[in-house]
């Protein structure tokens, strides 16, 4: 990363949650979202993906944590991409553990692109995670088995023409249905401040 990530903390952190921005985005983007969470005790940390040239775009060089080359998603993903997204993660879980944080109190988040690869990476891991949360997001193909530690908190909009829950919703098939808790909600592919508060409470019964 070019930029370290922003931190936004209240209190003194007893659980952090990991919260990753949306194609041609950046982490400011998510700090609205931090913020109206309003969770005391709560260490937010929003990385910055690197800008790269996005093929679906016409090569356009804009932040992007993998590369899109089909217009769907779920087709010819780019592993690489993927790799290195979650080497970044990664590295933001353990410098969290050497703070102090204890594995089974950090949550990968994101929104779009950045929830798929909390998906990827938390999936992935050997780490008994507390959660993942995916915003308006689908399930990456990988290869290996699941972790089964963290529970998953999905939501997308069903009028999402982005990324359609249809895609979103048959992607997470994949996964136990005892892992995974799913909301829709009436808007397009964007967070709305209901999805906000029911996830505020999901993640306050998850960390304390």
């Not at 937010?44 to 089909?70: C, K, Q």
């Not at 780490?127 to 290996?144: D, N, Q, T």
């Not at 979103?168 to 964007?190: D, I, W």
């Not at 709305?192 to 998850?206: C, K, V």
Request: proline share 7%.
């Amino acid at each position: 990363m070019s930029q370290p990530p922003i931190e936004l903390l209240a209190g003194t952190a007893e659980a952090s949650i990991i919260l990753l921005h949306g194609l041609g985005a950046n982490g400011f983007d998510l700090a609205p979202v931090a913020q109206a969470l309003n969770l005391p005790g709560i260490r937010f940390i929003l990385p910055h993906a690197e800008a790269r040239p996005v093929t679906i775009n016409g090569g356009y060089v804009m932040p992007a944590w993998y590369d899109i080359s089909h217009s769907d998603i779920s087709q010819d993903q780019d592993e690489i991409g993927f790799a290195n997204a979650d080497a970044v993660v990664t590295d933001l879980i353990q410098r969290e553990i050497a703070r102090g944080i204890d594995s089974k109190k950090i949550v990968l988040a994101g929104f779009s692109q950045g929830g798929a690869v909390a998906l990827h990476c938390g999936l992935t891991s050997n780490l008994p995670l507390a959660g993942i949360v995916a915003l308006s997001a689908y399930l990456p193909h990988f290869s290996g088995g699941i972790n089964p530690t963290p529970r998953i908190w999905a939501a997308h909009g069903d009028h999402d023409d982005v990324i359609p829950l249809s895609l979103s919703r048959n992607s997470y098939t994949r996964l136990p249905q005892t892992q995974l808790e799913m909301h829709t909600y009436p808007m397009a592919h964007e967070i709305s401040m209901d999805e906000i508060a029911d996830l505020r409470a999901w993640l306050m019964a998850l960390l304390n």
